[in-house]
């Protein structure tokens, strides 16, 4: 059914209508919404504040170029430089012999004033007499060859060596990557990175693995600052086994401790203690220990 034209401009006119009255009423709005503005603005003083920012930068545009030369602070004067003795004529003073008190200063400056000759770092025997440290140190060849701690292989069940753990427990190829297809949906859902949620599955069959990242059923892992009891199980364990691989196998023997921990605390307090030698570390001037392999 169609409409006559009459209808349509009937139409027209009304939608012309309309939107002459939206038109006339936005402006209506604008003017009195820009009144509410500028009598905001006179009641906080702002344009009285803009004119007086203006007057001097009006003032300087105006200024002739003489007259802001005029205006501007007169330069300093140079100090007079010194000429040279050579530069005078007169004879250099003979080069004295480097005295004893001389050498003396210098060998009792402390380490942050001066380096090791030529070099910017140092095995940890050259460190310790560089420093005057003493320490009863724990020689170390950088590896562990203990187990897991013998009552936490009794309470979880783990085999008595790493090949009996690994053959009991599905065997297979060893490999560093992460088996995604091996982590539970229920570990997925707590929100764990794959290579936590995966080490977490490990703890019979590559117990190194899972101590890395976790500590032993039951047990809370510890925070912060290690306490003395720690530190002490931690020099007793690295003096009966060795130090410096297999950290989760290490840190089965520190409860409450995981694997990244201890070697952390390796890293940045026992190497630059010098409490283990290991010859895969320098230390800089100022004791911090970076791996050399």
Request: net charge positive; aromatic share 8%; glycine share 8%.
């Amino acid at each position: 059914m169609g409409y006559s034209a009459v209808a349509i401009d009937d139409c027209k006119r009304q939608v012309e209508g309309c939107t002459a009255r939206i038109q006339r009423f936005a402006r209506e709005e604008r003017f009195e919404r820009m009144q509410r503005n500028a009598a905001k603005l006179q009641q906080l003083a702002v344009q009285q504040r803009l004119i007086d920012l203006q007057e001097p930068v009006t003032s300087a545009i105006h200024m002739s170029k003489s007259q802001q030369r005029r205006s501007k602070a007169p330069a300093q004067q140079r100090p007079a430089v010194r000429t040279s003795a050579r530069v005078r004529g007169i004879a250099a003073d003979p080069i004295q012999p480097l005295t004893t008190g001389t050498a003396n200063a210098i060998d009792t400056m402390q380490p942050e004033e001066v380096g090791p000759s030529g070099r910017d770092m140092m095995t940890q025997q050259e460190y310790m007499q560089y420093t005057g440290m003493q320490a009863d140190s724990i020689a170390s060849d950088g590896h562990f060859t203990g187990w897991v701690n013998a009552a936490v292989c009794q309470q979880c069940g783990i085999a008595n060596s790493a090949s009996d753990a690994w053959s009991q427990n599905a065997g297979g190829k060893f490999s560093f990557k992460v088996d995604k297809s091996a982590i539970p949906a229920s570990l997925k859902a707590q929100g764990w990175s794959n290579a936590r949620a995966f080490s977490a599955t490990q703890l019979k069959q590559n117990p190194n693995t899972f101590f890395y990242r976790n500590v032993a059923p039951g047990e809370v892992q510890a925070f912060g600052d290690w306490s003395e009891d720690e530190h002490k199980l931690f020099l007793e364990t690295a003096k009966k086994y060795g130090v410096g691989d297999k950290w989760g196998l290490f840190a089965s023997n520190i409860p409450q401790r995981v694997g990244y921990q201890c070697s952390a605390y390796y890293r940045d307090v026992i190497i630059p203690a010098c409490l283990v030698l290991d010859a895969r570390f320098k230390l800089s001037a100022q004791g911090k220990a970076v791996f050399q392999g």
